[in-house]
DNA sequence: ACAGAATACTTCGGTTCCGTAGCAATCGTC
DNA sequence: GACGATTGCTACGGAACCGAAGTATTCTGT
């Protein structure tokens, strides 16, 4: 029996989490015990979907992080984004980066392209082929995991609620930037109304 | 400069999950862009605490991976785990803690021992050394990260509450046996009180 | 008491991912 | 308009991780 995939999913024998969290309460202080705490249900939860999305992303040639370069370069209205703006916004390591669109490229979801105006960089480019391997894994995630997660709608937007604040005082984004490029970051439709500049080139 | 650490956190220049969570409201069911929001605020959770884990981890020689299963050690009365208990609890594929214990065993902070019962077992035994490694590296993770997490306690208990759920009813652990099992992985203290026999053996 | 199933761990091979260092191009400053 | 600092990407090497297959031991049912 292969250790994941096709079999649902063996559970834990008992809930690591709580059992830690005792033993920290005992040994540590309470604000260390509930961090801890924070931090496990965060890892835990993240295992647990992580292995139901890669399963999905295997059955179609891809892992989350390419998948996910690939899904944000058919975001943009000109279906490419500088290696860089990778980096920065999927917070991804520059070499991890180059790995990732090396094999993107390799399987002719993505290509190359030199940057019109800067000489240093590197534009990503999706290619039909890569459109549509994106949109059939979201279509999977969607169905398959994204709409079975065990949490009511409300529950749901309690949980990212509470995420975002822990991310936001974590610096995980600019929050006083954010609303800002999020504009820039609009779907083709949205931009293509405005009429806005490539963000890329910014 | 390097890419992580020291540095405290360079900030995304926008929130990706906000942005996501638009894209898909425009194109896919509200099931799925909640769904997606719910994974991709835990990724990017786990992503941001997980590099100021790794950091102090560092410091220390270790990975979380290889801290988390010296940690459990260091929790037994008997100092001791089967290697399928921590495989199983922890939910590491075997063949992962096979390199884990090779890794900690050549820097002397754990040893294998033969089984007293059953020879296809092995046990992973903590040594002195581990164990202060162990607590050094639990203290500056606590004081640096765990008790920093820009929530306060009562939304901790939240977060942690919404998602236990969320593991639950994915199946993540046993609820059936959860609170049963956690008795018996009691620390030294509780189990010595009860005389219970060892939970390996079981 | 024995065959077949189940369990425990390791070996092997391969992928992914990332820290570091390096190179090339551009920018900022004087 | 030149020089140092910065930025963007890639090359390299290594670590972590894991799926699958293999070996040894124990358990189960008859």
Same mark, same amino acid.
Not at 137 to 144: P, Q, S, V
């Given at each position: 029996m292969p250790y994941s995939s096709e079999v649902a999913f063996e559970a834990a024998p008992f809930d690591v989490?709580?059992?830690?969290?005792?033993?920290?309460?005992? %040994?540590? #202080?309470p604000e260390a015990a509930s961090g801890?705490?924070?931090?496990? =249900?965060?890892?835990?939860?993240?295992?647990l979907l992580n292995e139901q999305v890669n399963d999905v992303m295997r059955r179609h040639g891809l892992t989350f992080a390419r998948y996910e370069v690939l899904a944000w370069?058919?975001?943009d209205p000109d279906s490419a984004r500088t290696l860089s703006w990778i980096s920065k916004s999927l917070r991804i390591p520059p070499a991890t980066v180059t790995d990732i669109i090396d %094999?993107? #490229?390799?399987?002719k979801l993505v290509r190359r392209a030199p940057?019109? =105006?800067d000489a240093r960089t590197t534009l990503a480019v999706i290619t039909a082929r890569g459109r549509k391997v994106a949109t059939d894994?979201?279509?999977?995630?969607?169905?398959?995991v994204y709409e079975r997660i065990g949490l009511s709608e409300p529950q749901r937007g309690q949980l990212v609620e509470l995420l975002a604040q822990l991310r936001a005082s974590g610096n995980e984004f600019d929050v006083e930037r954010s609303s800002d490029v999020m504009e820039e970051v609009g779907t083709r439709g949205a931009r293509a109304r405005r009429g806005k500049r490539r963000p890329d080139v910014a």
């Open positions: 989490v709580e059992a830690s969290r005792r033993v920290w309460l005992e %040994r540590w #202080e801890m705490a924070v931090f496990a =249900s965060i890892l835990r939860s993240h295992q370069l058919g975001t %094999r993107l #490229e390799l399987e940057h019109p =105006s894994a979201t279509h999977d995630l969607n169905t398959e």
